[in-house]
């Protein structure tokens, strides 16, 4: 079974957007997502929507052309450092994060 790019994109910003509301929760307290972190939730939204390795399904992280900005860019590193334990409970969004 196979996924579209669009399907693809979807999946990627809602697994965004869950570890984002992890991190917040866990370091800023909050129930939702704080201002900070909806910016950044924002932001990568809008990336990943513009993001011409949807086709081919490249991690951000092996992206041979980056389109965050140095500053955001450390700010996701950070959330996604705190969330590396929710990722490794849970092998099959471990897995689509690193391999799809």
């Not at 092996?62 to 490794?88: H, Q, V």
């Amino acid at each position: 079974m196979s996924q579209t790019a669009e399907e693809f994109r979807i999946h990627r910003e809602q697994v965004l957007e869950d570890l984002l509301h992890m991190y917040c929760s866990g370091m800023h307290g909050s129930d939702g997502l704080c201002p900070e972190c909806t910016e950044l939730l924002e932001y990568a939204k809008v990336r990943i929507g513009r993001c011409p390795n949807n086709l081919t399904r490249t991690p951000c992280c092996r992206c041979p052309c980056p389109c965050y900005s140095d500053e955001m860019r450390e700010k996701m590193k950070e959330a996604m450092r705190y969330c590396r334990p929710y990722l490794r409970r849970h092998p099959l969004i471990n897995w689509r994060f690193r391999f799809a």
